[in-house]
Every structure is written in structure tokens, then in C-alpha cells.
């Protein structure tokens, strides 16, 4: 995967809006002490690489829910946060990735220029660590408290 052009937005003081280039929002929040990336897009492109030119902090991953489109890019990380009942639903199917990809170039022909189907890859899945409402990721200075909605 050499494709790591997203685009980023600061949107506060060290909290990052990354565009997957419309397919999806990911989110790099930046504490004292550690990082927290929120959801991981389809995978269309190297988001790690990205995150760790972001920031040299320790980070950890967490996703709001467990479609494709916020998880599909799990496989580059190590390790992902998420409520035990989407555990089931995280699938890194390159082919099911690949496919949702290329429908939306398909209705928008301006990202055939943004990444190319061949950078989606294959991948395990990462470690599953599950977390319920209350759960906080303490980021030195800044704590992000989970909801269940």
C-alpha cells in the first residue's frame, strides 16, 4: 500500500478529521501521553502509515460500530477496541472491500484518481479486545468516554 494521501483536517487543537475520500470519516484525537484513532475506513489506502506521520505517540484503535466501511481497514493495526456485539461483524474480505470500493467509484467517478482497487489488501484481523459504555481511554490530559448508542 503506497497510497497514504487522505485528506486531514485539523478540526481542534490536535484532533484530526481523516477524509477516506468520501467513503468514510476517521477521526485521530491527541493527548499528553497517547493518541486515539477512531475507526479505520474501508482500507483503501495505508492509514497507519498516515497516523503515525500524525503523531509519534502510542495510539490505540477503537471502532463505533462494526461495518465494513469502519473496519475494513482493522487489518493494519495490531489490536481494535469494540463493543462485543460487533465483534461478529468484522470481516477484513479483501474481495467485499474491493467491492464496495469500486461501486462507489462507480457513482463517483472522481475517486478512480484517489486510490486504486489494488491497494486494498488482504490481512488478518486484529486482536479483539471488547469494551462497553464507560470504558475511558486516558490520553494524558484528554479522556474519551464510550457510549453506547
Not at 30 to 53: K, Q, S
Request: include cysteine.
Amino acid at each position: 500500500m503506497q497510497n497514504t494521501k487522505y485528506p486531514v483536517h485539523t478540526i481542534a487543537p490536535d484532533t484530526y478529521l481523516i477524509d477516506e475520500f468520501g467513503l468514510d470519516t476517521v477521526y485521530l484525537l491527541v493527548g499528553d501521553e497517547r493518541a486515539l484513532l477512531i475507526d479505520m475506513g474501508t482500507g483503501v489506502a495505508d492509514l497507519r502509515a498516515l497516523v503515525e506521520g500524525l503523531t509519534d505517540k502510542p495510539y490505540d484503535v477503537v471502532a463505533t460500530h462494526g461495518h465494513m466501511d469502519h473496519v475494513g481497514g482493522c487489518i493494519q493495526f495490531p489490536k481494535l477496541f469494540i463493543h462485543p456485539d460487533d465483534i461478529p461483524m468484522v470481516d477484513a474480505d479483501v474481495e467485499a472491500r474491493r467491492g464496495y470500493a469500486a461501486r462507489m467509484q462507480e457513482t463517483y467517478p472522481h475517486l478512480k484518481e484517489a486510490f486504486s482497487l489494488g491497494d486494498i489488501a488482504p490481512g488478518p484481523l486484529p486482536e479483539m479486545i471488547p469494551i462497553q459504555e464507560g470504558h475511558v481511554f486516558h490520553l494524558g490530559g484528554r479522556d474519551v468516554e464510550v457510549y453506547h448508542v
